[in-house]
DNA sequence: TTGAAGCGGAGGCATGATCTCCGGAAAGCC
DNA sequence: GGCTTTCCGGAGATCATGCCTCCGCTTCAA
């Protein structure tokens, strides 16, 4: 319908795509190691640029990341797809949550944003793209025997934001501590455990619980309760 | 050796007396639903009044929080030294991290102290007091064979923190959602698991990973490797 | 009744992030 | 080489926000 040549208005000089280029691969590093509160102009010190240069290429840092991420996001939904194929369900689940956590610890940005730090739509866009594969994986276990059975997709979910709160944790200096704890949950997913004493997180639930998390720290909608419930002027009565 | 009567230098007047029990309940609620995020101002005026009110009787929020945790983690602290007197040792450690956690869940700037996120030192004290009392709990049910052999004190840090992490994400209308994933953490902890890929972080370590944990979206250290990595004045070299 | 103690909250100070602007430096075309 | 276009750099304007002070007014209590 439209024509096709949309996509390239002008070639860019060639300083510029170089630079670009730097921007792209020092935003990588930055937002791996520092997550999105890193700002544009940290992007562009690290990539040896002024701040100008990155606002010219990049309206803001969220433009940048979100190109960034999709890619890896992909990479994501990929290996869901793939655990599909293995042929023991038990291998296949594993498999699956451990490529997707080797990405999410190496990446604290992205980790931000598959929890919904910024911004709960993102979020929200990869869930629905990672739901369906993931309950299709746990089911097959479950058939097969190799999980209990009031496992519930979204405990894959917690399982896999407890991890990332131990890579928060343990850092570049135990980068691999989260396979021990992963060890651990696994093994309480098998079958004849404990009976759990609360109910799974139905899916929107478990979508609000995400959109809704109040990240330690995160700046939160202000205290609209002041004084409602309080002792209206206190000690310090009208008359 | 000195005099006691410091305590008392004057017995404060009846309004400001009972002004300062407002702020003090109104702090309790407010961090522990919105942790030390809230500032002094939010705490006045959820009390119903005035900043200058909060700021005549306390310097500034952390004064105040940590009056008011001091007594909470007294608490946590007895909670193990009672757990070590239930006659069955796994009971006795399931009893601990219960309790710790109940008190935990409720009050998310407890959670944020307990983390170190703002202050490693008063962290590091309560650490002190605690990781003894967990280490004979944890060896005790270890001996009666309730508990995998190559399990590690540290262990039972990184669980709490992973319970932690689900009562952020449940949030309010799931709280007790953390005794789902408790339960099959503990299970993980069980004699007969999965062998670990990984070795625990020593208790040194452990401190130090609290400590220098990067809490999802704190304030860190600026990048300090600016340009220094990177090309140069990158595509605009000097002649 | 009257001075001391206490109150309220506007606003000053500080911090830090985001993004703009424009003089000057390449790039690329002739 | 000359000349236009594109791009660069980074100081600093703008905005947001949190912390805390200050001072005119209110309330307490002797």
Redesign the interface.
């Known amino acids: 319908m439209t024509t096709e040549q949309v996509a390239t208005p002008r070639p860019l000089r060639?300083?510029?795509a170089?630079?670009r280029e730097?921007l792209i691969e020092?935003a990588r590093e930055?937002f791996a190691r520092?997550?999105l509160?890193?700002s544009l102009d940290?992007v562009a010190?690290?990539?040896?640029?002024g701040v100008g240069t990155a606002y010219r290429h990049f309206a803001n840092k969220y433009e940048l990341a979100s190109a960034l991420m999709e890619q890896t996001i992909e990479t994501i939904v990929n290996s869901a797809e793939q655990a599909m194929l293995v042929d023991d369900p038990w291998e296949g689940l594993v498999a699956f949550l451990e490529a997707s956590l080797v990405v999410q610890t190496a990446d604290?940005g992205l980790?931000?944003v598959l929890?919904g730090?910024h911004d709960p739509q993102k979020m929200a866009q990869v869930h629905d793209r990672l739901f369906g594969p993931i309950s299709e994986l746990l089911h097959r276990a479950q058939q097969s025997g190799a999980v209990r059975e009031d496992a519930d997709a979204t405990?894959l979910g917690?399982?896999n934001?407890?991890m990332?709160?131990?890579a928060?944790?343990?850092?570049d200096?135990?980068p691999?501590?989260w396979?021990?704890?992963l060890?651990?949950?696994?093994?309480?997913?098998?079958p004849g455990?404990?009976?759990?004493?609360?109910?799974?997180?139905s899916e929107p639930?478990f979508r609000?619980?995400?959109a809704?998390?109040?990240?330690?720290?995160?700046?939160?909608t202000?205290?609209t309760?002041?004084?409602q419930d309080?002792?209206?002027?206190?000690?310090?009565p009208a008359s």
Chains 1, 2 share one sequence.
Do not use: W
Request: aromatic share 4%; hydrophobic share 40%; with cysteine.
């Open positions: 060639k300083d510029a170089r630079n730097l020092a930055v520092r997550g509160e890193a940290d010190h690290h990539a040896g640029l604290r980790r931000e929890m730090v405990d917690f399982i934001g407890m990332c709160t131990v928060d944790m343990a850092g200096s135990s691999d501590l396979r021990r704890y060890t651990m949950c696994l093994d309480g997913l098998r455990g404990t009976a759990f004493p609360t109910a799974a997180l639930e609000d619980a995400m809704n998390h109040k990240h330690t720290l995160t700046r939160t202000k205290d309760s002041a004084g309080a002792p209206a002027k206190a000690a310090t």
